[in-house]
T-cell receptor
Framework: AQSVTQLGSHVSVSEGALVLLRCNYS??????LFWYVQYPNQGLQLLLK??????LVKGINGFEAEFKKSETSFHLTKPSAHMSDAAEYFC?????????????FGTGTRLKVLA | NAGVTQTPKFRVLKTGQSMTLLCAQD?????MYWYRQDPGMGLRLIHY???????AKGEVPDGYNVSRLKKQNFLLGLESAAPSQTSVYFC???????????FGQGTRLTVV
């Protein structure tokens, strides 16, 4: 069965500081991995995805994530936080489209950016 | 380009009432999903569908039923609402050839 663990339900960083949001996954087959962002009272927007191509994936708004199979991790980073990055971030895992088709989310990390 | 549209956006129900949430997508996607979002619990998969006429249970299916009579629509039903079903419900769709899912704006449901 697939699962996702996000370490840290709340993360605070200063504006201009490094953002690091942690995600570990479990999957019995090669996974597809995703990061989504949710702004208050809105739906989820895709930040980036890993689909077994390059292990370092670049997304929108300056975010990137690295797939590390040996660590079963897919951590999200951004070199310099901006006030507009304050939101909730979700990591998700899906098996290959030929699998169960489920799309499983972590419990989310709320990012706060301090001026 | 509408994408994924959920109706209604807000609803208040009394315990024991029934209702249906509608999800409509105009992207001709094969797969559709219903999630509920609760504080500290992320998004939990209720039911999903891999094609017209098919449905399957997710992580938290109890108390909900679904139907996918048309490819573009995925309905989520609550036959007898309970306060524990107070939540924000999200629908998503996904093409068989794409990895990522696209989400609606959510339905905020309160059961009193």
């Amino acid at each position: 069965a697939q699962s996702v663990t996000q370490l840290g339900s709340h993360v605070s960083v200063s504006e201009g500081a490094l953002v690091l949001l942690r995600c570990n996954y479990s999957s019995s087959v090669p996974p597809y991995l995703f990061w989504y962002v949710q702004y208050p009272n809105q739906g989820l927007q895709l930040l980036l995805k890993y689909t077994s191509a390059a292990t370092l994936v670049k997304g929108i708004n300056g975010f990137e994530a690295e797939f590390k199979k040996s660590e079963t991790s897919f951590h999200l980073t951004k070199p310099s936080a901006h006030m507009s990055d304050a939101a909730e971030y979700f990591c998700a895992v899906s098996d290959h489209p030929s699998g169960t088709y489920k799309y499983i989310f972590g419990t989310g990390t709320r990012l706060k950016v301090l001026a | 380009n509408a994408g994924v549209t959920q109706t209604p956006k807000f609803r208040v129900l009394k315990t024991g009432q029934s209702m249906t949430l509608l999800c409509a997508q105009d992207m001709n996607h094969e797969y559709m999903y219903w999630y509920r979002q609760d504080p500290g619990m992320g998004l939990r998969l209720i039911h999903y569908s891999v094609g017209e006429g098919t449905t399957a249970k997710g992580e938290v299916p109890d108390g909900y039923n679904v139907s996918r009579l048309k490819k573009q629509n995925f309905l989520l039903g609550l036959e007898s609402a309970a306060p524990s079903q107070t939540s924000v419900y999200f629908c998503a769709s996904r093409d068989s050839g794409l990895a990522e899912a696209f989400f609606g704006q959510g339905t905020r449901l309160t059961v009193v």
